[in-house]
């Protein structure tokens, strides 16, 4: 569509798009899906979508996201459901309690979750973790936010910061970078990052705000297995997808590098098996086996186990869906490149205007991971007519990765899954999830103008 309103205009739809909602689920406690398929639709008539495009831009933001978000959750949320029925989630979080301490639970936990999310995307990482996370939050105490922001941190800072993740990869492609010193930086930023911002944090914020354990992915009213799995046999099943989806994404970084041929034999089918999608509906049969019929129990007990875990996530794959239509419109509309070009000629610093452009389109359209493709195309053309050394691209490219994890709400599928899943309502998901991916954001830029200053 060809969009005939300015800058300001859009910039004001936005706005008032925002507050609307806020107000829609704060105030008049409108169900979360009904108020964000109301506002999308309203937003797209406002922005001059043409009518005719509208229910077309409406159900494909919203498919789009299911496509990306509904199956990692489902299988991720059966994996769990074995892992907690099974005794298997108990049994890993006496040993890492036992292991580290009570008071390191929470370190524990989100050094794992750095390990995992390595390879695996934020969503699928997150849900897998949580009935471990939840288990210890149970016999430990304190609420769940003390230990699950810290794992939410965790797999965030990875996701955006580091290859092989796409955003960090596509970029690291756009402007030219080497993905291996790309990789070694983008350690340097996220490691520091997450332990102030996510995991002191964390520990700071969860004795203000208390929350109780949700019982989502089971609870202490769940008939556990008398007899749980080793821990070494859970750890093993967790470990399962990450090495399938690390030979996908090692693969995809290595083809990036220029250090393996696509046409190589195997290359496509080695892609496949490690999908993330595939890699998770391998491990869900390993774990029905493994947990449940090598244990003794029935194939129907298994088959009414896997049922169960679908009921409880199907309301936050919905709201998820409805979150990413709600950024799907703002995209079609023309809000973010209306805010892009506004901001182009502004004569920034390439790295602050990195910064900057990629924060703007965060908070215009929600998706991180668009926010940084397109950021480091808008900069490629400054990028490569100046004379950039190694380290000052990867620093451009990580500070591109800090603005687009910037400034987490209500257009962000990633905001409605953190905050569906700790069962907080929107007041306090602004209050923990976004503050803490802001200053993620704030302080992943402030290391990589560091890195480009002493270039």
């Not at 391998?282 to 896997?306: C, P």
């Amino acid at each position: 569509m060809t969009q005939t309103l300015g800058t300001g205009p859009l910039l004001g739809i936005a706005a008032g798009a925002i507050a609307v909602l806020l107000f829609l689920i704060i105030k008049l406690r409108v169900h979360a899906f009904l108020a964000l398929i109301a506002v999308s639709i309203a937003t797209a008539f406002a922005a001059r979508i043409p009518a005719g495009e509208v229910i077309d831009t409406v159900t494909g933001g919203f498919g789009e996201t299911l496509g990306a978000v509904a199956l990692l959750v489902g299988l991720g949320a059966m994996l769990g459901r074995l892992v907690e029925v099974s005794g298997g989630a108990q049994a890993l979080a006496d040993a890492l309690v036992s292991r580290f301490g009570e008071h390191r639970a929470p370190l524990a936990l989100g050094t794992a979750s750095l390990l995992f999310g390595f390879p695996i995307f934020f969503d699928a990482g997150l849900v897998v973790m949580l009935p471990i996370v939840f288990t210890v939050a149970r016999r430990v105490g304190g609420g769940v936010l003390r230990y699950g922001l810290p794992v939410a941190g965790a797999f965030s800072v990875m996701h955006i910061f580091a290859p092989p993740h796409p955003g960090p990869v596509a970029s690291t492609e756009l402007l030219g970078a080497d993905v291996g010193l790309v990789l070694v930086l983008a350690l340097v930023v996220a490691i520091p990052t997450w332990l102030v911002t996510s995991y002191l944090y964390g520990l700071w914020v969860g004795k203000r705000i208390v929350l109780p354990v949700p019982e989502i992915l089971g609870g202490p009213q769940a008939e556990h297995d008398p007899n749980p799995p080793r821990p070494a046999t859970v750890v093993g099943i967790l470990l399962l997808p990450l090495v399938l989806i690390f030979a996908n994404t090692g693969l995809d970084t290595a083809r990036a590098a220029g250090w393996l041929d696509e046409q190589a034999a195997g290359y496509d089918v080695a892609r496949t098996l490690g999908a993330t999608p595939v890699a998770l509906l391998i491990t869900v049969f390993v774990a029905s086996y493994v947990l449940g019929t090598r244990r003794g129990r029935g194939k129907d007990l298994i088959e009414r186990l896997l049922d169960s875990a679908l009921g409880p996530v199907c309301a936050i794959i919905l709201i998820t869906g409805a979150g990413g239509m709600f950024g799907a419109v703002l995209r079609a509309s023309g809000i973010g490149d209306a805010l892009s070009d506004a901001l182009d000629g502004i004569g920034l610093p390439v790295i602050v205007a990195a910064y900057v452009i990629a924060t703007a389109l965060r908070i215009a359209q929600g998706s991180a991971t668009v926010a940084l493709i397109t950021a480091a195309g808008l900069v490629q053309p400054v990028v490569q007519s100046g004379a950039f050394n190694g380290v000052e691209l990867a620093a451009i490219v990580l500070a591109l990765a800090a603005g687009s994890v910037t400034a987490s709400h209500v257009n962000d599928s990633g905001f409605w899954l953190v905050g569906r899943f700790m069962e907080m309502d929107v007041k306090t998901t602004l209050k923990t999830w976004t503050v803490m991916q802001t200053t993620i954001g704030l302080m992943g830029f402030a290391i990589a103008s560091g890195i480009y200053a002493v270039a």
